[in-house]
């Protein structure tokens, strides 16, 4: 047994043990501060060692009681929101100085934004089968038919969810036994994991904060399909959710690896339709069920905001010599579907480049830029950093680039790329500060300063946090040639 007496950034519980060597750290995903925990090595080195959270033995003292089903994914469910905001400002600051190297940290952060919505904020949830099943009561797993979320630090065994967890709908997640239930009496068995044979593997559910409408999608193998009455699903759907029903599909997944995605098989629409409308800043989006969109979209209101105002900053917010009036485009990289892109060419008038790698993405950007009569925005699939080589005649005609790359963040050869590209302005958007900070060493290098900081809670109950972070080019800047 632990005691967790520090923590660092990324939800990193931090506990010692006093060796005939000194002490040794070992950090424990997930843990928090005045915590006793067990926990199981999965990494070990001369001084510290790294562990994956079994079981919390006994509560901090600032924890309390949960009106929700705990789940693993909302490990700080338990914990006060303002020590929550607490501890990740903290230790995404303490990132931007330690491996940013960023002095004056005072003169650039500009505060944390919480998220609008701290309970049922998720617009999406996907949910596990499993032969094998945890019982959080005895600790013991056994076999059965499980449905709900992955055990913390397994694969293969499920906590069956019975009632709402807090960051989901309600009502969808309290109908979760129900539905269990009949999964269960059709005779089809869950899938077993280590066995890797079954039928029932996932169900994922998007929901529209615009309309509160549902789309579902089953995920199944192929084994036993012949028996599977597909009506009936969607007749138990129908009633209990009625008009909240937008549609449900039904995928095969055949493949041996533990995801819902199939490398081969078929995705087919058996009620309704394929995707759901979210509304953000005015404009609509069409979501499909492999669609990337912001997980909060209440949240993601105000981050996009930040960005808005970041990149159509007026004169007297602008460095007195920035000559951001110059610039004839500006360039969303790593766009996704083009949520950014569209609400830039709404707020600015300026005419927008996004690109991105995922054709699947573009395609979903164009059609929603169609839908929502956006014109001034042209959207490339294509490799970030070999998008900046093939158009060179943008160089010097961008007024801002915004960046908002994946969790492991720009590649330091596309980041030169995009450097190479002369923008006044950089506003970097980040779901990883550790990346981010990274970043921030070789952007300093090459004279962009770090002007603007802001941290925002996309992720109540979770140990992640978002940055929004605004690089100025200054006169000093050095020529990147290579």
Not at 139 to 150: P, T
Not at 285 to 300: K, L, R, Y
Not at 324 to 347: K, N, P, V, W, Y
Not at 378 to 383: L, N, T, V, W
């Amino acid at each position: 047994m632990l005691d967790v007496e520090d923590v660092a950034f990324g939800g990193k519980g931090i506990a010692r043990i006093t060796t005939d060597r000194g002490p040794f750290v070992v950090f424990i995903q997930n843990a928090f501060p005045g915590q006793k925990v067990e926990a199981r090595v999965v990494k070990c080195k001369s001084r510290h060692a790294e562990c994956r959270l079994e079981e919390v033995i006994e509560r901090a003292p600032e924890e309390v009681e949960l009106d929700f089903q705990e789940i693993p994914g909302a490990p700080y469910a338990r914990v006060p929101l303002p020590l929550q905001h607490d501890v990740k400002e903290k230790t995404a600051l303490d990132l931007y100085q330690r491996i940013g190297g960023v002095k004056g940290i005072d003169s650039v952060y500009e505060g944390f934004i919480p998220s609008p919505k701290n309970w049922h904020y998720r617009n999406k949830m996907e949910y596990s089968f499993s032969a094998i099943v945890h019982d959080p009561e005895t600790g013991e797993k056994e076999d059965g038919f499980g449905f709900g979320f992955k055990k913390r630090g397994t694969w293969w065994a499920v906590e069956n969810l019975n009632a709402d967890s807090g960051l989901f709908d309600p009502a969808v997640e309290n109908f979760l036994a129900t539905l269990r239930a009949w999964f269960e009496q059709t005779g089809l068995p869950a899938w077993h994991p280590p066995k890797r044979e079954g039928f029932y593997r996932f169900l994922v559910v998007r929901r529209s904060e615009a309309n509160q409408k549902l789309l579902f999608n089953l995920v199944t193998s192929s084994d036993g399909l012949e028996a599977f009455d597909r009506e009936q699903f969607v007749q138990l759907l129908t009633t209990e959710f009625g008009e909240r029903l937008q549609g449900v599909l039904h995928t095969i997944n055949d493949d041996k690896g533990d995801r819902v995605e199939a490398r081969s098989g078929d995705s087919e629409l058996i009620h309704g339709e394929a995707h759901i409308t979210e509304t953000l800043h005015g404009l609509d989006f069409d979501i499909e069920m492999s669609s990337f969109f912001q997980t909060n979209p209440a949240c993601a209101q105000a981050l996009y905001a930040e960005v808005i105002a970041a990149v159509d900053a007026t004169p007297e917010e602008q460095s007195a010599w920035l000559p951001l009036s110059t610039g004839e485009f500006i360039m969303d990289l790593f766009c996704g579907t083009g949520t950014i892109a569209q609400m830039l060419a709404r707020h600015t008038g300026k005419p927008i480049i996004g690109v991105d790698i995922v054709e699947q993405a573009i395609e979903d950007a164009r059609k929603s830029a169609r839908n929502n009569g956006t014109d001034n925005i042209e959207f490339h699939a294509a490799d970030v950093g070999k998008f900046l080589l093939e158009y060179p005649e943008y160089k010097g005609r961008i007024q801002s680039i915004v960046l908002d790359p994946p969790r492991a963040g720009i590649s330091p050869k596309s980041l030169r790329k995009v450097i190479r590209m002369g923008a006044p302005r950089i506003v970097y958007v980040s779901c990883n500060p550790a990346t981010q900070a990274r970043d921030i060493v070789i952007l300093r290098e090459f004279g962009y300063e770090l002007k603007r900081l802001k941290l925002v809670d996309q992720f109540p109950h979770t140990a992640h946090v978002e940055a929004i972070a605004v690089f100025e080019k200054t006169l000093k800047a050095s020529t990147l040639d290579a």
